[in-house]
């Protein structure tokens, strides 16, 4: 039975979320059959050549909707799996084929001002065909699952919830006394981030602890220009390797992520790995992948946030269980049983 997949994510130059995601999935569904077809628009040279297969497409953009789209109309297979929100609008016409995909979270909904008009309408538009002519929707978490029903109006029969995982690094990670004083938060520096709420809770944990930094890594995102980085002991550094990544990790005094709104939460679970205390938002998605291992905090409010630093970085008594509880909440998300339960939707 042959299985297609949208691979286009696969060839993102800096990923983030959602690429992780594509490229743990993919990669671990190759292994479990060598009966797939990976649709991309130029060869990915460390995957299996026989497995792909080039649509050639003179454009930057809408290759998965026209191309992609095209290919699955007159060439329809038994199963297509996009895992990156999309299903080609022509594909939709193509009854044959039982399609699957990946709802990573509706952050349009939650803070529309971070999107233009085009992407609203765009993520709406194919949110709503998602729900209407997919066979299954994943989903990370329970959170964007409640959302889609809430929202869309979705059958909850036909969502999944398939919690992704965690890559785990063997690393020597410093003792909490020998680390450096700095705050870390990685991951886009944009409006709906919330790094302005972050930064004004920094100046005011700044004003008790002016021996700290606040380390500001990711590319920018929407509204990254109205983010004031530029400010005594803050430091942005841009998009980072993940061997950058490790070293910030390994050596932080403790880890920050106060978005309002999230699909899952990579950045948590790595914090967690590297055996640091987390001040993370108080909202459902990051309860959810936190557990009871967060310190959590309102992200409407710079003096709560601050008090949720001084929590973590004051007193190690206070920080420990918080590091040991992060590191048994590791469990539950595993890249090996995130492949197999979607194996087992696709087939």
Known sequence: MPIAIDGS????????GVEVYCQHIIRGLLVKS???????????????????????????????QI?????????????????????????????KTKKIVTMHDLGFVYTPASYSLFQKWFLKLTTKQAVRYAYKIITPTKATKDDLIKYFNCPEKKIEVTYFGVTLHCHDSLAMTERKKQILYIGRIEEKKNINHLIKAFQIFYQKHPDYQLILAGKPGYGFKNIQYQIANIHYLGYISEEQKKQLLSESSCFVFISKHEGFGFPILEAFDFGLPVVAS???????????????????????IARGLETAVETRFIASPYIEKGRKRLKEF??????EKTWQILI
């Not at 060598?34 to 290759?63: A, E, H, V």
């Not at 996009?82 to 939709?92: F, H, N």
């Not at 595993?334 to 492949?339: G, R």
């Open 334 to 339: 595993d890249w090996q049983k995130c492949v």
């Open 34 to 64: 060598d009966d797939l077809i990976l649709y991309t628009s130029r060869i990915i040279f460390d995957l299996p050549k026989r497995n792909q297969q080039i649509l050639n497409w003179p454009f930057k953009k809408f290759w998965s």
């Open 282 to 304: 108080d909202i459902p998605v990051l309860r959810e992948i936190g557990g009871d291992a967060c310190i959590y905090v309102n992200p409407d409010s710079s003096e709560d």
């Open 9 to 16: 994510r696969l060839l993102t130059k800096n990923p983030t």
């Open 67 to 95: 191309r992609l789209g095209f290919e699955l109309l007159i060439h329809p297979p038994a199963v297509f799996f996009s895992p990156g929100y999309v299903i080609p609008w022509l594909a939709l016409f193509n009854k």
